[in-house]
């Protein structure tokens, strides 16, 4: 994509891998966005995951990167057919030509139809890359500061 892509905090919870618990043969702690990936299920024709809610509207996620205690997500927003700029495409169509696709302005998955619980809906970019929102823990300058003030 060109000049890069939009880069937004979220609290670091949702991008949460989760942990396998043995005990009760459940993910427990999966963050929302970290759940929706469905890049894997895109490329197969099958019904996307579960997305998430951010911004208004329902997103999906494409990919992760990074380690797992800094977890960076691509998301795409999902949107009816009806409402969609553009000409509607499925994956197996569009990475025809995968070269353009990786090049497409906006996002490799840009127009894509997928399935979600029924519906029909479309990828719609440019992506958007989410990351943990950065804590600020306290310097001894900061606690200083704090029990100085004048009260």
């Not at 497409?104 to 943990?132: I, K």
Request: with cysteine; net charge positive.
């Amino acid at each position: 994509m060109k000049g890069g892509i939009d880069t937004h905090e979220i609290d670091a919870s949702r991008l949460a891998s989760g942990e396998w618990n043995a005990r009760s043969q459940k993910l427990i702690g999966e963050g929302d966005v970290w759940a929706s990936y469905s890049g894997d299920r895109i490329g197969m024709g099958q019904p996307i995951r579960r997305p998430f809610s951010w911004r208004g509207g329902l997103w999906v996620c494409t990919g992760t990167a990074g380690t797992r205690d800094h977890v960076n997500a691509e998301a795409y927003k999902l949107v009816d057919v009806a409402v969609f700029r553009g000409t509607p495409t499925i994956y197996a169509e569009k990475t025809r030509d995968a070269e353009s696709a990786r090049r497409d302005p906006m996002g490799f998955y840009h127009g894509m139809t997928v399935r979600c619980r029924g519906a029909e809906l479309v990828l719609c970019g440019p992506p958007v890359r989410l990351v943990p929102k950065r804590t600020q823990n306290p310097t001894l300058f900061d606690s200083f500061h704090r029990s100085n003030r004048v009260r």
